[in-house]
């Protein structure tokens, strides 16, 4: 069995590694603006729930592998401290992996992939109106852990409006047969949410 010591390791292993191990993930598709008005859209798998009183959760973008340079999200967050986390169905995988790509800043990922920006209720950023389930969130606090390459810092947010789909929502319980949410793999592989089984918890 191989023993990996990270400070041996190059940080693009690392990175392989990880997302290997750490499967599936959840995929935040995050909206945000810039401090000038320019809509951003982007993908997230380092995503999750951090508390439900209130509700925070919580995603992390990564530095740039070569440059180390900020990813356009956050810049925009820390600017203007609101964004919000739309949930990724089946039907617009494709188009949401549209919005992964490295783009220059002025350029509104919403037009690039042709999703559809709709009008939050309580922030300025966009939700996008193919998903099923959106958080309008404020910023709580950012965590910068490293500003080295393929570092990353964690952002959380607190969740002031959910917008839920009326064929998903049953006595605030979700329906994952009608979410069909995503989730990323390893690589470029993606998995779906359809195949599940139940274990109770035991009671103690």
Known sequence: MPQIDPSATAPQDLYKLLIGLVIPRPIAFVSSLSADGVPNL?????????????????????????????KDTLANIEATKEFTVSIVSESFAEKMNLCSGDYPPDVDEFKVSGLTPLKSDLVAPARVGESLATMECRLVQVVHVSDKPLGGSLVLGEVLRFHVADELFHNFRIDPDVLHAIGRMGGPAYTRTQDRFEIQRPQV
Not at 47 to 63: D, E, G, H, L, Y
């Open 42 to 70: 982007a993908p997230f798998s380092f995503f999750t729930v951090v508390s439900a009183n209130p509700p925070v959760i919580c995603f992390s973008p990564m530095r740039k592998a070569g440059d180390a340079g900020q």
